[in-house]
């Protein structure tokens, strides 16, 4: 198993508050090793012929899964992105959005028919603190009926962080 370090919502905006600001640590680099180190994980648990679609949403999760979907692509054949309409991008989003683009791995700004193997959650990360509607909430159930496997990047899209320890 991996270790596990507990954190509340605010304890882990407080870190990240630190590395950005105390340290000057820019969000890139964080999210580089993020990715970098969701990766190692992602390698060890899933074989390179399972097709994966990383989902990402308007945020820093979501520019996570960017980075996870250029890591991936080195390994895996059957890659596909989604993401969120590029005015909902944060601005590291957008960075990561063109770095995918210039590598040209595929995604699109809806859900694809097919169904894939694996499932990599970058749709919400801690900072969600409200209801999930409408595309995000579709999308949610559309994957969870597929019975895929969903590997979640910092907690599961739609559970409220105020309220869960991780």
Not at 18 to 29: D, G, H, V
Request: with cysteine; proline share 4%; glycine share 4%.
């Amino acid at each position: 198993m991996y270790p596990a370090y507990i954190h509340t919502q605010a304890t882990a905006r407080n870190i990240d508050h630190a590395a950005i600001e105390t340290y000057q640590i820019p969000s890139l680099i964080l999210m580089e090793h993020a990715a970098i180190e969701s990766f190692k994980i992602i390698e060890k648990h899933i074989t390179i012929d399972k097709s994966i679609c990383i989902l990402c949403g308007p945020g820093n999760n979501g520019a996570d899964g960017l980075a996870i979907a250029r890591l991936l692509q080195t390994k895996y054949s059957k890659i596909f992105v989604v993401v969120p309409e590029v005015k909902n991008m944060s601005e590291e989003e957008k960075i990561q959005f063109q770095i995918i683009q210039n590598l040209n791995i595929e995604y699109d700004f809806n859900l694809p028919n097919e169904t894939y193997e694996v499932y990599i959650d970058c749709i919400f990360g801690t900072g969600l603190s409200r209801d999930i509607t409408g595309f995000y909430k579709a999308m949610i159930q559309n994957v969870n009926a597929t019975h895929s496997t969903i590997i979640s990047i910092d907690m599961p899209s739609g559970i409220d962080a105020r309220w869960v320890i991780f």
